[in-house]
């Protein structure tokens, strides 16, 4: 993985960034989550390319009202920034509750790109790259769940 690159300060709003991101998940907030987003941001979590803020707003809204809970955690990642634009990799972690008693565990790498917009970083895309999804005693599938593609590189690009 490279280095991060980019001023300490734009660096630690990036993490701030992913951050704001899994507690907008966390807390199931719809208006914080659509925050970290550029107004014409691409999300992709395997079904298919989602564009613009308010069209992501409403795919979030939608997952969402799959689960009775949900904790993301972000873990390790970096950053390289140029100017107003770049991009990272950040892996997570996700415990799930649906609404019908199924306890789900997801892990995965995002793969981003990101924007200085006037008032902070933004994210420009996300892309999700499955690792597993399925039961907490990872007794369920490595890889992409059933239907969903694998969109994002397995492997640093460059």
């Keep these: 993985m490279p280095q991060a690159t980019g001023s300490a300060d734009d660096l630690d709003q990036i993490r701030a960034l992913v ?5 907008a998940v966390c807390c199931n907030d719809h208006e914080a989550f659509a925050a970290t987003w550029a107004e014409d941001g691409r999300w992709e979590i395997g079904r298919g390319p989602v564009i613009g803020r308010t069209a992501i707003a409403s795919a979030f809204a939608t997952a969402m009202g799959l689960f009775d809970s949900v904790i993301q955690l972000a873990h390790q990642g970096t950053a390289i920034l140029d100017g107003d634009r770049g991009e990272g990799r950040w892996y997570m ?3 799930t509750r649906t609404l019908t008693g199924r306890n789900l565990f997801y892990v995965g790498a995002y793969h981003d790109t990101y924007t200085r917009a006037a008032d902070g970083w933004r994210f420009a895309s ?3 790259n499955w690792f597993y999804q399925g039961a907490p005693d990872l007794t369920g599938a490595f890889g992409p769940p059933a239907g969903y593609t694998a969109s994002a590189p397995a492997v640093w690009p460059g």
Aim: hydrophobic share 10%; glycine share 0%; charged share 35%.
């Design 93 to 95: 972690t996700e415990y």
């Design 126 to 128: 996300r892309t999700l």
């Design 19 to 23: 951050h704001r991101y899994c507690d």
